[in-house]
């Protein structure tokens, strides 16, 4: 029986187990690391604020495995020989396969600061890291104060994780705005004042310097590059962003950029071996996509995509339109089809504003600015049908068709008040203006 | 994982004033039963304002000094909602006050056979007097704790839940109709009543089978002896079950009766929030719960069907309902429905089905046993017995004991999930025959697991959700907390038409067509 070994029980490992299982009775082994069950990495957060359990996290019971002949193997994976097929671990066991898929994530940039190894410097990424943050900052008399550096999406969270356990939290944003290279202005200016708002010490366009140690090795200061002050501090978050986590893979003669190559197939250099997920870098890029698409539905999908090949249906890997979302402290952002901000942004891309004036609720949508054709939409504060915003994108829709026909996208929950009318004033206006 | 509590939810000096406040009130409560004399109505309104107080209070302290949104912070640490000290304590002395409620009143001070009451009952006396003009009895005190916990403690879920319409008006729903419905009205009724009328005064909106009792011999009597305003009664609770509640399942699930009016789910959705997630999620325990639940059905169909039937008389020339009538059309009534059912939605039950099966094919037996058998005995019961078992076991046991004293360890709806037959019928119609579902958004789901965490029916939401499913379940009350509680805005209660209601494909969108179809194959 052909033994498919995948490294790495995230999403998109576990989705493509579980997709193999369905479609064939092949031996299916998934190693990890991090924990012996499948866990939900996106809900790190609320495990620390205390909304999950550990065992909440979980999408399926642990009997779950055994049932569907998934075998699951805890250990380190660190080196692969390729011509044997056989993994190495670091207990110095050994095991082969007939097919690997590496799954294997990311893990947090670091981009060699001085002072990033001290004890209480860390990323958000893995359970181990959660683990560490109850050490280093479980409540406001260990930690009185803590820094953050990099203004993403895992920031944002970390603040709100931190703040949530009345931990003072500093704010380092290199940026002159919250995230505003995916961004466009008015939202990511909205998202500035909501993190203010929750009484975060927001600070932008300041970057880390350096990260200064007490006599035991752990940090007490950080430096901000652009002002030369100095921040007492007793934990520091980096999360300026992740990269696959793939050192591992030096010397296996598998071909490696930032991420493992791969083509539209998932298929790397070397024959029955495949990466997908985090830690998967197509040699060209999908239409707008980046090579490397650190989100969680990619990784399904791929998972999805790769079961089929290796059941014997070769297929491309082809993700439909963008979508995304994530929650800025109380607003909940949806977005589909690109609207690019600072970084990126086409010529031909124009955008139309909307904001409420409670400020904690806009949209932005972006088209060409010949045709009027609709390229994507940016929600914060309301949220939007999936299946109708994709369907627009598809149909190529114009600007004014979809203004017109918001409201069959809106998702909100029953009885909540709609915006679609003064929405659809607010374009008026503004294509008014322009016209005259 | 082992997680530091860590002492960031501790209580501020002004939460502790205002729990102190609230214990304090319930400490005079507890002193009445000492029958101190210079206890006064004067004193029982102080002692409820400062419970109320504490609980407003609290609420508002908690609250509204934090933006609006979902702020569950620490629910998972607190000794209270985690199972801790607290939560254990809690209810220990909520199931110690139902037994007593249940089966020692006279602990509490009921006095009855021309003795007075004393004690707690004595206490409320007052208060009932203005209502109703009667002493208290220990259901009259019990009543107005139970109505001053869902309005409270529905304050605290208003200010918890203020930026969310849909649970706000469901507040104020349930709000309302324990106040007016389950409580007020029932006792004006009471106090319309004179030695020479005597309607049997009840909460309008409790049901049959929820109101097991309502068919029975002596309520029947006395509605039909008030006149046209007992037999309107009568009608209405017979149309109740047969149009209104069909039609308003229909319309809107189950959700209009469980998270907008009934006072079970009122008391749970409200004191009970804060142990929602207590609810056991496994696969094993929706097993146990629909076993338990449809035979609870079962019991209260028998049982109701042994109570008519032993008074009903057998000449059709003095009533032309007799025995054997009433069993036909009992019969004949649950065979259509299970043939209904069994024609049009069988490939949507699967193995539900069996179950289905199994439980018609026991009614019906014993139906045909009390047919054959005949007189007031089904196989070795008295209908009476049969009766009094059922209001023992599952109208004290279930309902009270174990479905609220247990709240601080099961979750707020054990009952309502595992026991409550009223929910059994309201569910069976909302899986087959309703327009209502939870949508959820295509590929938007990052499986965080919040919604799972947060229903308080034990149902594995993001199951479905990280599939792209609607979720369309017997046991949804459409509490909306879900919806509520997820970071992605993946799910959305509604009513729609019943085409496309049940996807049980694992439609993902963002996917490629060709692979969706793939996926999709069997
Ligand atoms: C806090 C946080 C919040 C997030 N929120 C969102 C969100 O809201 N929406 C979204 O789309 N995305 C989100 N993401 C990103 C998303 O979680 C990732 O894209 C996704 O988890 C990647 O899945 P994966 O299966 O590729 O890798 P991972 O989930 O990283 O799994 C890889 C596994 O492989 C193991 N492993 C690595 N190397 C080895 C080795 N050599 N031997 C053995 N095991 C190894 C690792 O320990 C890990 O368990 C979030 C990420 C984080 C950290
Ligand atoms: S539906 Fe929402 S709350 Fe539930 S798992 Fe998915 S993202 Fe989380
Ligand atoms: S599924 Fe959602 S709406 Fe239904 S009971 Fe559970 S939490 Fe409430």
């Known amino acids: 029986m052909e033994h498919v070994v995948i490294i790495g029980n995230g999403i998109s490992g576990v989705t493509a187990a579980r997709h193999i299982r369905k479609l064939s009775d092949k031996k299916i082994t998934l190693v990890s690391a991090e924990s012996d069950f499948f866990f939900s990495r996106t809900a790190l957060m609320y495990i620390y604020m205390g909304h999950m359990s550990f065992e909440n996290t979980k999408p399926y019971e642990d009997w779950f495995w055994k049932k569907n002949r998934i075998n699951l193997k805890k250990g380190f994976v660190n080196q692969i020989n390729t011509s044997s097929k056989t993994l190495h671990f670091s207990d110095g066991d050994t095991i082969t396969y007939d097919k690997l898929i590496i799954a294997t994530g990311s893990k947090p940039n670091k981009f060699g600061w001085p002072g990033q190894d001290l004890n209480g410097v860390q990323g958000l990424y893995s359970k181990q890291d959660l683990e560490n943050l109850e050490v280093y900052a479980p409540d406001n008399k260990t930690c009185k104060r803590a820094v953050i550096v990099g203004g993403g999406l895992i920031g944002v969270e970390l603040a709100e994780m931190l703040h949530s356990r009345d931990i003072p939290v500093t704010f380092l944003v290199r940026e002159s705005s919250f995230w505003n290279g995916v961004l466009p202005k008015g939202e990511s200016a909205m998202i500035n004042r909501e993190i203010q708002r929750n009484g975060i010490d927001l600070r932008l366009s300041s970057s880390l310097k350096e990260i200064l140690s007490d006599d035991k090795g752990k940090v007490k200061a950080i430096v901000i590059k652009e002002t030369n002050e100095e921040i007492p501090c007793d934990f520091v978050g980096l999360t300026a962003g992740v990269t696959p986590n793939i050192s591992f893979l030096k010397n296996s003669g598998i071909q490696i950029n930032k991420g493992v190559l791969v083509n539209r197939y998932l298929e790397t250099n070397m024959t029955d071996v495949y990466a997908i997920g985090d830690c998967a870098e197509q040699r060209d890029p999908i239409g707008n996509r980046k090579t490397i698409e650190a989100v969680w539905y990619t990784g399904r999908m791929m998972g999805e995509t790769i079961a089929q090949t290796i059941c014997g249906n070769r297929i491309p890997y082809k993700p439909g339109h963008w979508f995304n979302s994530a929650k800025f402290f109380d607003i909940e952002y949806q977005t589909y089809g690109w609207v690019h901000g600072k970084k990126g942004k086409p010529d031909y891309e124009q955008h139309f504003h909307w904001i409420h004036k409670d400020d904690n609720k806009c949209i932005t949508i972006a088209y060409h600015k010949d045709t009027q054709i609709f390229l994507g939409i940016n929600t914060f504060g309301v949220r939007l049908r999936h299946d109708i915003c994709d369907k627009w994108l598809t149909e190529k829709r114009t600007t004014d068709y979809v203004v017109q026909h918001l409201k069959q996208a809106n998702f909100d929950p029953e009885f909540y008040t709609h915006y679609e009318s003064d929405i659809q004033k607010a374009y008026q206006n503004t294509f008014q203006t322009i016209e005259s | ?522």
Request: charged share 15%; glycine share 10%; net charge positive.
């Open chain 2, 1 to 522: 994982m082992s997680i530091a509590k860590p002492d960031a939810y501790k209580n501020s000096t002004r939460q502790k004033a205002l729990i102190a406040t609230g214990i304090i009130g319930l400490f005079v409560l507890v002193l009445s039963l000492f029958n101190f004399e210079s206890f006064s109505a004067l004193t029982l309104t102080a002692s409820l304002t400062l419970i109320v107080v504490s609980i407003c209070g609290f609420a508002a302290d908690r609250y509204l000094s934090k933006p609006a949104g979902i702020k569950n912070n620490g629910v998972w640490f607190k000794s209270i909602s985690s199972k801790g000290f607290y939560g254990w304590l809690t209810g220990l002395v909520l199931t110690l006050f139902y037994i007593v409620l249940y089966f020692y009143p006279h602990f509490l001070g009921l006095g009855g056979k021309g003795k007075a009451n004393s004690g707690l009952v004595a206490f409320f006396d007052p208060l009932s007097q203005l209502l109703n003009g009667n002493p208290a009895s220990q259901w009259f005190v019990y009543g107005t704790l139970y109505t001053i916990a869902i309005l409270a403690f529905g304050y605290k879920f208003l200010l918890k839940y203020r930026h969310n319409r849909y649970e706000r008006l469901r507040t104020y729903s349930v709000m309302f109709f324990q106040l007016a419905f389950a409580f007020l009205i029932p006792e004006f009724m009471a106090r319309l009543n004179s030695d020479s009328f005597s309607l049997p005064y009840y909460d309008l909106k409790n049901i049959w089978p929820l109101n097991y009792y309502n068919f029975e011999q002596y309520r029947v009597d006395s509605f039909i002896s008030a006149g046209d305003i007992g037999l309107a009664l009568l009608i209405f609770g017979v149309v109740s079950i047969f149009v209104i509640t069909p039609i308003l399942t229909y319309k809107y699930g189950k959700r209009w009766y469980c998270s907008w009016v009934c006072g079970c789910g009122g008391l749970a959705e409200t004191a009970g929030d804060p142990f929602r997630h207590l609810s056991d999620k496994r696969q094993m325990a929706w097993k146990i719960e629909r076993w338990v639940i449809h035979s609870v059905l079962v019991f209260v169909v028998l049982m109701t069907t042994a109570v008519i039937h032993s008074y009903l008389g057998d000449d059709t020339s003095t009533y032309w309902l007799t025995k054997g009538t009433f069993l036909i059309m009992v019969t004949g009534f649950l065979s259509l429905i299970f043939i209904l059912t069994m024609v049009f939605k069988r490939h949507e039950l699967g193995k539900d089905a069996r179950y289905g099966a199994i439980g018609y094919v026991v009614i019906i037996t014993a139906l045909i046993g009390m047919h054959y058998f005949s007189g007031s005995n089904l196989f070795l019961f008295e209908a009476e017995t049969l009766r009094s078992t059922y209001g023992f076991l599952i109208g004290a046991i279930f309902s009270g004991v174990i479905g609220t004293g247990f709240y601080p360890i099961f979750g707020s709806r054990v009952w309502c999930r595992f026991g409550c037959p009223m929910a059994a019928i309201l569910g069976f119609q909302q899986r087959l025959f309703s327009r209502f579902r939870i949508t959820t958004n295509g590929g938007q789901c990052i499986s965080c697991g919040n919604c799972s965490t947060y229903c308080e029916m034990g149902i594995d939401v993001r199951a479905y959700a990280q599939k792209g499913e609607n979720i369309v379940r017997s046991s949804c009350v459409g509490c909306g907390i879900c919806s509520a509680v997820c970071p992605r805005g993946v799910l959305k209660l509604e009513n729609n038409s019943i085409k496309g209601r049940i996807n049980p494909n694992e439609i993902l969108l963002g996917n490629d067509v060709d692979l969706m179809d793939l996926v999709n194959q069997k």
